[in-house]
């Protein structure tokens, strides 16, 4: 009965109990033209065992096994196999979501803890149980910045991630809520100048990515005098959480947002993920999504409840913080489960093997193709411009079990044949080697025939 409808005695009971004496009878008030009368056109059914081998089948077709050089925002990292042991042990079920302190305490223990470390590692002094990914915790800081500020525009810089400023597009649609964007300069960070500008008195917010989407870290010190001697707010959203194992922790900034898919979260084909909003104190009642507090009962145990949640299933809906309805509880255990494992030591020197695999690509990248941004740091990401078209070039690589860069063309058509290409500790020197030679063989190939056209 795992995967069946009721069966025959099961459905007979149910037409008795409402008075039909068919399954016609209880369809009949439908016109028949509306009526299929024939059976579905769907493939036979099939066993378990049938059917885990065509997922697999369609698994390997996926690109199971490929090495990936792809980024932007998804990363590839290993996840050890003690996160999928834990989280499905008793402590954390609840029954959906941990209103009753008195039987979710073993979630509401793990929130607590996720919520410590996302302090602990942003610099900020209180995050939140988490929101749904990196997207929608960037449009909400926003709407944040709005609220605590009173303004109602913002300034976004357009090395945040493309699809981060399409989510925001849409919130701020709605609300009516004026979008500036900025762009960047040529070494891929914001261009401050141009931030300068576009600073109004109606500007609730400056809003950029550390890491950028082209891997470039931002200098978020300089950007953070700006806005605040605007009197605006800085929001600092971060989609590659493992930097911050190495990258200083962006503590001049008002509100954190961050995407946490690189603890222990599996891509997934892009979901779910988990999301996270960090910010000072004195802005806790303008921050969306709840909060799990410590505390103690009447026989001075330990104990955990859900101490804000700002939003309109608790307040006043005109005083609710968002519309978010909950947070992503099992993914952010795996993010908890994650960075505990890791420490602050175990993270540091997950975050030097990205950093270093990357340097090593780079430097292999430029002496055959134009690596793009290079005056400013980096982490784990960053554009190379080749020649031929980058989607030619990843066509050929996938052949050899290999998944080249992201193209950039849909989003920044001015970079013209460049896409961004990412390193992780997943990523072998031989992988790297074999993707440099590519390129390598194509920028030759295009020389030449450059080269044949000038002699004609």
């Given at each position: 009965m795992r995967y069946l409808p009721k069966s025959p005695a099961d459905r007979e009971a149910m037409l008795k109990a409402i008075g039909a004496r068919s399954v016609d009878d209880l369809f009949q008030p439908i016109p028949a033209e509306y009526r299929l009368q024939r059976d579905l056109q769907i493939p036979r059914q099939m066993a378990e065992s049938e059917i885990v081998d065509w997922f697999r089948e369609r698994s390997r077709e996926n690109g199971d096994g490929h090495a990936t050089f792809l980024g932007a925002g998804s990363y590839y990292h290993y996840r050890p196999v003690i996160i999928d042991s834990l989280i499905s042990r008793g402590e954390f079920l609840t029954a959906y979501t941990p209103y009753q302190a008195e039987i979710s305490q073993g979630t509401l223990q793990a929130i607590f803890e996720f919520q410590t470390m996302i302090c602990e590692l942003t610099g900020m002094d209180v995050a939140n149980a988490s929101m749904y990914d990196g997207s929608t915790g960037a449009a909400e800081a926003v709407m944040m910045a709005v609220r605590v500020t009173g303004r109602k525009s913002a300034v976004v810089a357009r090395s945040l991630h493309p699809e981060y400023r399409e989510v925001l597009s849409t919130y701020a649609h709605h609300q009516g809520l004026p979008i500036q964007t900025v762009s960047f300069a040529e070494n891929g960070r914001i261009d401050l100048k141009e931030l300068e500008k576009n600073l109004t008195p109606d500007t609730a917010c400056v809003l950029i990515q550390s890491p950028n989407f082209f891997g470039t870290i931002e200098d978020?010190?300089?950007?953070?005098?700006?806005?605040?001697?605007?009197?605006?707010?800085?929001?600092?959203?971060?989609?590659?959480?493992?930097?911050?194992?190495?990258?200083?922790?962006?503590?001049?900034?008002?509100?954190?947002?961050?995407?946490?898919?690189?603890?222990?979260?599996?891509?997934g084909f892009g979901g779910p993920y988990c999301g996270v909003i960090a910010t000072r104190e004195q802005f806790i009642r303008q921050m969306p999504g709840r909060l799990a507090g410590q505390t103690v009962d009447r026989n001075g145990k330990r104990g955990f409840v859900l101490t804000l949640a700002t939003r309109e299933q608790h307040i006043r809906r005109e005083k609710a913080t968002s519309n978010i309805c909950t947070n992503q509880a099992l993914v952010a255990l795996m993010a908890n489960i994650f960075m505990t494992i890791y420490g602050k030591v175990g993270l540091r020197e997950l975050a030097k093997q990205n950093l270093a695999k990357a340097n090593y690509a780079m430097k292999q990248f430029a002496k055959h193709g134009k690596v793009l941004f290079e005056g400013a740091p980096r982490f784990h990401e960053f554009v190379v411009q080749t020649n031929e078209d980058p989607y030619a070039i990843?066509?050929?690589?996938?052949?050899?079990?290999?998944?080249?860069g992201l193209p950039l063309k849909k989003f920044y058509p001015e970079l013209g044949n460049a896409s961004l290409w990412c390193c992780t500790e997943l990523t072998t020197r031989t992988a790297i080697d074999t993707a440099v030679g590519f390129v390598a063989d194509s920028e030759r190939s295009q020389r030449a025939m450059k080269e044949e056209e000038v002699t004609r």
């Open positions: 978020v010190a300089a950007i953070a005098d700006l806005a605040h001697k605007n009197g605006s707010l800085l929001i600092v959203s971060i989609a590659e959480a493992i930097s911050l194992g190495i990258v200083e922790p962006p503590r001049q900034a008002d509100i954190v947002a961050m995407e946490a898919q690189s603890f222990g979260v599996p891509l990843n066509s050929r690589i996938l052949g050899h079990k290999i998944v080249g």
